[in-house]
């Protein structure tokens, strides 16, 4: 079971990211997809989750107006994008497996700098 | 609602090092546990309170008391040195992380 993401990346202020999470190894969509971020030097900051099943999503609420998620089933990759950003986005972001109450299995990571 | 965990754990090489979480949702829901060491990505190391998954140690376990979740590491080795995070869900399916733990053995 893997969990693959996209590249670095850097983006100016107000711009948007797109991630992606290719997923081998087991059925997609059985399980959905969580989305976790890690500011420099901070703790883990569950975002939102997605169904790979139904498409159903739910958000924390500060990233309800600003994250997008999509899944792809027939290559078995989720995206999610996150708009407007700020310098306060700029953490490592990962998805993960999620097993409903948590996550078992994370991929890589991605890094998103914002900067002028 | 958070959940919260001391900054840090100090251990000798064999010792048991002990972290807990704490938060009122603790009471009615599962704790979940993942260590991560530096520049790498989170693993989980304990599920459902007290559930390992196939291929964690058997020096990590979980155990429960009221709103408050433990982690033990018994026999602590050098490789155990990471940050630890605490997780739990609400019923609407929001995850809340812990604070964060960093153990040292020392």
């Known amino acids: 079971v893997q969990l693959v993401q996209s590249g670095a990346e850097v983006k100016q202020p107000g711009a948007s990211v797109k991630v992606s999470c290719k997923a081998s190894?087991?059925?997609?969509?059985?399980?959905?997809i969580s989305w976790v971020r890690q500011a420099p030097g901070q703790g883990l900051e569950w975002m939102a989750y997605?169904?790979?099943?139904?498409?159903?999503?739910h958000f924390a609420q500060k990233f309800q107006s600003r994250v997008f998620m999509t899944t792809d089933t027939s290559t078995g990759t989720a995206y999610m994008e996150l708009r407007s950003l700020t310098s306060d986005d700029t953490a490592v972001y990962y998805c993960?497996?999620?097993?409903?109450?948590?996550?078992?299995?994370w991929g890589q990571g991605t890094l998103v700098t914002v900067s002028s | 609602y958070e959940l919260t965990q001391p900054p840090s754990v100090s251990v000798s090489p064999g010792q048991t090092a002990r972290i807990t979480c704490s938060g009122d949702a603790l009471a009615n829901q599962y704790a979940y546990w993942y260590q991560q060491k530096p520049g790498q990505a989170p693993v989980l190391v304990i599920h459902n309170d007290s559930k390992r998954p196939s291929g964690i140690p058997e020096r990590f376990s979980g155990s429960t008391s009221g709103t408050t979740v433990t982690l033990t590491i018994s026999g602590v080795q050098a490789e155990d040195e990471a940050d630890y995070y605490c997780?739990?869900?609400?019923?609407?399916?929001?995850?809340?992380f812990g604070t964060g733990t960093k153990v040292s053995v020392l």
């Open positions: 997605i169904s790979a099943y139904n498409g159903n999503t």
């Open positions: 997780q739990s869900a609400d019923s609407s399916g929001t995850f809340v």
């Open positions: 993960a497996r999620d097993r409903r109450d948590y996550v078992d299995v």
């Open positions: 190894g087991y059925t997609f969509i059985t399980y959905g």
